[in-house]
């Protein structure tokens, strides 16, 4: 019984951490644009970025297979250059949950950079320091309680994915079921000690990721 | 050092728009740019360091071209080799005070260590007082301490000139004159070219020096005086 049950909570880990991380690098780097560029369409972009968030999750896989299955326009051309066929593999797990969390690491990396105050990177532009610099060495540090509150959230979401996943990435035992798409199927077949094993582990799980952003979190940082 | 500034902005707050059209050159090395608030003061400062880009003009510092819109050149920030002064000092609030000051020194990606000893840092904490509060964040400095610790950044990596934006206008009055005089004994020492912009006649009045005056974008009055024999001219603000 605790064998499926740890290799799914294996592959909702190995998920998690995948979509977290590609979200981290995105978030980082739109937030900062949307923080810190002016250009048109800014807020129509943060508006389409953050629809993942009020769209249901079956809605959202549904537009995942459009884009990404054997005859969408992504899906297609992957197959045909590259033969990969992204379908039910756990690469597809990890693109629906980047989608479905993307949101959380923007707003929390967008309202983190705009608190950190414009005047302070100009100081050390006039002082010399590179563009990069600039960003590695006072934006960052000034920012980076919010970008991670945000990016635990995203963490604590992805490993609870279940709608979009289901939808482009199916549920293969050691494959693709992940730890939310097992319980459902433990509930489904009457395993309620199967069922009951996972919840516990998947509760504390999102309770302790929960517990430390909302320690790093800054007040007036709004996650949502 | 000469300072020829001849530049045209157009700069947008909101619905409200304003015509930036400054022209001047100033040769001494104390330099005030004297108005009311919204004249202009602070954009045209901004220009001069590089943090605001005029649409068209030129802007010359010692010899070297920083802007010229026709040619193409605009020397960015960091190669303009200019100190300045932030009217609330923009100090970094996570770096101590000789990281703060060895900010510029140290390049590349990392920050200076919370514990250096660099020669030049030190230099400058014992010159303004500071090394009793060297491993202070700002938000536990007092207002002059604030002042020091920015003038210290500014100055320590010997710049071509200072730009000083209302240096005095977040201090208290008592330290307000302290301060001016603090000021007038460090040009004074360090012969450095010092163009300073306030919206006080008695912040020129006491820095003294060529003393331009500054309305609606553009500069109206030139006149040369001493240090403490200027009076405004202008009293409609």
């Keep these: 019984m605790t064998e499926p049950a740890l290799t799914a909570l294996a592959l909702s880990l190995k998920v998690a951490l995948w979509a977290t991380g590609i979200d981290l690098v995105l978030g980082v780097a739109v937030g900062y644009l949307l923080a810190r560029v002016r250009f048109p369409g800014r807020e129509l972009l943060d508006a389409l970025l953050t629809l993942p968030m009020v769209m249901p999750p079956t809605v959202l896989g549904y537009y995942l297979l459009v884009v990404i299955g054997r005859n969408g326009p992504l899906g297609a051309w992957l197959h045909d250059s590259f033969g990969i066929n992204l379908i039910f593999t756990w690469q597809a797990a990890v693109i629906a949950a980047a989608v479905v969390a993307f949101p959380l690491v923007l707003k929390g990396a967008r309202s983190a950079f705009e608190t950190v105050d414009a005047q302070l990177e100009q100081a050390a532009r006039v002082l010399g320091v590179s563009e990069v610099g600039v960003f590695l060495r006072v934006t960052l540090p000034l920012a980076w309680r919010g970008v991670l509150a945000g990016t635990l959230l995203a963490f604590a979401r992805t490993m609870g994915e279940f709608g979009a996943t289901l939808m482009v990435a199916g549920s293969i035992p050691g494959k693709t079921q992940t730890l939310s798409i097992a319980v459902y199927e433990a509930v489904q077949a009457g395993q309620d000690d199967t069922a009951n094993l996972l919840v516990l582990v998947t509760s504390v799980t999102c309770v302790l990721v929960l517990v430390v952003a909302s320690r790093l979190a800054p007040r007036r940082v709004v996650l949502a | ?237």
């Excluded at chain 2, 500071?130 to 700002?138: G, I, R, Y």
């Excluded at chain 2, 977040?170 to 306030?198: G, H, K, S």
């Excluded at chain 2, 006491?206 to 009076?231: C, K, N, P, Y």
């Design chain 2, 1 to 237: 050092m000469t300072i020829a500034v001849d530049i045209a902005a157009t700069l947008r707050s909101g619905a409200r728009t304003f015509e930036l059209r400054t022209r001047f050159t100033a040769a001494g090395q104390r330099v005030v740019i004297y108005g009311a608030s919204g004249a202009g003061k602070s954009q045209m400062l901004k220009a001069i360091a590089g943090l605001m880009r005029p649409h068209a003009g030129r802007i010359e510092l010692g010899g070297r071209v920083l802007f010229d819109a026709d040619a193409g050149i605009d020397i960015s920030p960091q190669r303009r080799r200019v100190g300045y002064l932030f009217q609330d000092y923009a100090l970094f609030p996570h770096l101590n005070v000789r990281q703060n000051i060895g900010f510029g020194l140290q390049r590349g990606w990392r920050n200076p260590p919370r514990r250096g000893d660099d020669a030049a840092v030190g230099y400058w904490l014992e010159a303004f007082g500071l090394e009793a509060v060297a491993h202070q964040l700002p938000e536990q400095l007092s207002g002059g301490q604030r002042q020091r610790v920015a003038l210290a950044r500014a100055l320590v990596a010997e710049p071509d000139a200072l730009l000083l934006d209302e240096p005095f206008a977040a201090l208290d009055p008592a330290l307000r004159v302290r301060m001016r005089q603090e000021l007038d004994a460090l040009q004074r020492r360090l012969d450095i070219p010092m163009l300073l912009i306030t919206h006080d006649p008695d912040d020129a009045a006491t820095f003294g020096g060529q003393i331009l005056t500054m309305a609606d974008g553009a500069i109206v009055d030139e006149r040369f005086t001493g240090s403490g024999t200027w009076t405004s001219q202008t009293n409609e603000w």
